[in-house]
């Protein structure tokens, strides 16, 4: 069973500061990674996808991948208190069967 | 993005009866959906894939004759979990998309399943 690891936390950070949160995965063949949000009793949400080396930034959120570390990033900026959640790692398998899932680490952003 | 629909978002049921959970694509078809099950404080666990007119395809672990499969057209799939009992509560989500390169996730509401 190919894994991704996420540290579960919580990872605590005051408002306005960055919150960094980090993935590996053992699939050498993954070509596609993904960070979802999800509040609690809720579904997942698509926060960012990547699929090529170094980084991707879409507003607050830059997300970095590094495939030979087999190793991909969220950093979430000017973090707010709507950003407390836990977010998922997500990685496709090489076979593109299956998507992959982290355990998640849960976010808590004091104001 | 597409939308993806899951009915029921709650039920609670009584040990030993059957409870069916329906996944819709409501603007694309899909030949391959995903269920998983996430247990409180858990990750998404993937349970089985869904196919289009074939069998489903259930991960190591998973019990076909518990948790029935049905994905008999391009825009329905449904989870049936046989003879509940309390062990089976949890939250069951379905999915599409997000395995093959360039496609992203698309999930259902997500059903909350207590089973007493």
């Known amino acids: 069973q190919k894994e991704v690891e996420q540290n579960s936390g919580p990872l605590s950070v005051p408002e306005g500061a960055i919150a960094s949160l980090n993935c590996t995965y053992s699939?050498?063949?993954?070509?596609?990674f993904f960070w979802y949000r999800q509040y609690s009793g809720k579904s997942p949400e698509l926060i960012m996808f990547?699929?090529?080396?170094g980084d991707k930034e879409d507003g607050r959120f830059t997300a970095q991948l590094n495939k030979a570390s087999q190793y991909v990033s969220l950093l979430i900026r000017d973090s707010q208190p709507s950003d407390s959640a836990t977010y998922l790692c997500?990685?496709?398998?090489?076979?593109?069967?299956?998507?992959?899932f982290g355990k998640g680490t849960t976010l808590s952003v004091s104001s | 993005g597409a939308v993806v629909s899951q009915h029921p978002s709650w039920v609670i049921c009584k040990s030993g009866t059957s409870v069916k959970i329906e996944c819709r694509s409501l603007?694309?078809?899909?030949?391959?959906m995903f269920w998983y099950r996430q247990f409180p404080k858990q990750s998404l666990m993937l349970m089985a894939t869904?196919?289009?007119?074939?069998?489903?395809?259930?991960e190591q672990g998973v019990e076909k004759d518990k948790f029935l499969i049905n994905h008999a057209s391009l825009t329905l799939s449904t989870l049936t979990v046989t003879s509940a009992h309390p062990e089976d509560s949890s939250f069951y989500i379905c999915?599409?998309?997000?395995?093959?390169?360039?496609?992203?996730?698309?999930f259902g509401q997500g059903t909350r399943l207590t089973v007493v």
């Open positions: 990547i699929y090529s080396n």
């Open positions: 869904s196919n289009e007119g074939s069998k489903a395809t259930y």
């Open positions: 603007d694309f078809q899909a030949t391959t």
């Open positions: 997500a990685v496709n398998n090489q076979a593109g069967t299956a998507l992959i």
């Open positions: 699939d050498r063949g993954s070509q596609s």
């Open positions: 999915s599409f998309g997000g395995a093959l390169l360039n496609t992203e996730a698309f």
